[in-house]
């Protein structure tokens, strides 16, 4: 019982550090595509999960992970932007 209450609070803590991480504290690297990124990756996250990330993924993991927002999240993001974001996390983001 003890052991459900403290990872439960410590669950909670987690979460609200991410919930109230300002915004304007994560710069993105200038380059194409940045616009894109900022448009269509803040609406269910912070950019930091782009951060936190970018040591483990290549190219292809990028798209991947581009993919499974659209697809399993529903992000609403077109083609064209699509295309843009994988380009500049691949290039900016990317571990190859
Ligand atoms: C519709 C909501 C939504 C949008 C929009 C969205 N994400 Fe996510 N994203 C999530 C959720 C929910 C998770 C956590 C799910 C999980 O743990 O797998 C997540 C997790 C992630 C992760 C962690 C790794 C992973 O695979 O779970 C990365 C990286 C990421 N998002 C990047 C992006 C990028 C880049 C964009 C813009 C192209 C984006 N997200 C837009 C909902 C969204």
């Known amino acids: 019982m003890r052991t459900l209450a403290i990872s439960s609070i410590l669950g909670l803590v987690a979460f609200s550090s991410l919930a109230f ?3 304007d504290q994560i710069e993105l690297k200038q380059g194409p595509g940045r616009e894109a ?3 269509n ?3 269910c996250h912070s950019l930091d999960m782009i ?3 970018s040591p483990f993924l290549k190219r292809g993991q990028w798209e991947a992970t581009v993919n499974k927002m659209r697809k399993v999240m529903g992000a609403p ?4 932007d699509t295309a843009k974001i994988v380009a500049y996390l691949s290039k900016y983001y990317g571990i190859d």
Do not use: K
């Open 51 to 53: 951060q936190i990330n």
């Open 37 to 39: 990124v900022m448009a």
């Open 77 to 80: 993001i077109s083609d064209d």
């Open 41 to 43: 990756c803040v609406m």
């Open 21 to 23: 991480a300002s915004e």
